[in-house]
């Protein structure tokens, strides 16, 4: 079946860092793929996605590439602040006729300290 | 506009007691989904309404637990005869449509401990 592999945590970098969150997905078909993100205390709330291969998502200076090659939807942001603590999701969704089932990595937590 | 709201938001029971969670998703959105996330762990899907077609219920880890969908608006996801496993954070979400490329909006969850 379908799944995804995200990068174990928890993460901790100083302010400023760049930062990567490696995510791998295997699908049977050609998912589109997304980060949500929960800040503390919050729910989930989407971050980015793409919907075909090489499209790059971005938002809030994150970024990822849907990489087809490698299957891969590495989360990254070059200078992290401390408003970035979160737990952040890798997700992928299928079409056709699996529409509407999603899958979730472990999700890993990032925080950022000053 | 109202995101999507789930009640009760903590729900503490006793084994073998029955209980029903409820989902109200954004108003127009056709595609509702209900997750499971237990502590330290991704989200697991349960159950997915698209409109009027036959909900996808292959998530629903055993037969005690079932949803409905009522109206394509109100959702009510069912655990009988709660087991501890059972505990977890229940989300609900809901989307435009059910396309793969659609966001989904998640509710704040509903926590439930089984004792």
């Known amino acids: 079946g379908d799944s995804v592999t995200q990068m174990e945590g928890p993460v901790t970098l100083s302010e400023e860092a760049f930062l990567t969150i490696n995510c791998t997905y295997t699908?049977?078909?050609?998912?589109?793929l997304f980060w949500y993100v929960q800040y503390p205390g919050e729910g989930l709330q989407l971050l980015l996605k793409a919907t075909k291969a090489d499209d790059k998502g971005s938002n809030k200076g994150f970024e990822a590439t849907y990489r087809k090659e490698t299957t891969s939807f590495h989360l990254e942001k070059g200078s992290v602040q401390v408003s970035d603590s979160a737990v952040y999701f890798c997700a992928l969704k299928m079409g056709g006729a699996n529409a509407g089932k999603s899958t979730f990595g472990d999700g890993t937590t990032l925080t950022v300290k000053p | 506009g109202a995101g999507v709201s789930q009640s009760p938001s903590n729900k503490v029971t006793e084994k073998g007691k029955d209980v029903e969670l409820r989902c109200d998703p954004i108003s127009g959105h056709t595609a509702l989904y209900w997750y499971r996330q237990s502590l330290g762990q991704g989200l697991e899907f349960l159950i997915y309404f698209q409109g009027n077609s036959a909900p996808d219920k292959s998530g629903l880890p055993s037969d005690r637990f079932s949803a409905e969908r009522t109206g394509g608006s109100v959702s009510t996801l069912t655990i009988q005869r709660t087991q501890q496993e059972d505990s977890a954070v229940y989300l609900c979400a809901s989307s435009l449509e059910g396309l793969a490329g659609t966001e989904q909006f998640f509710g704040p969850g509903t926590r439930l401990t089984v004792l």
């Open positions: 699908a049977t078909g050609y998912p589109s």
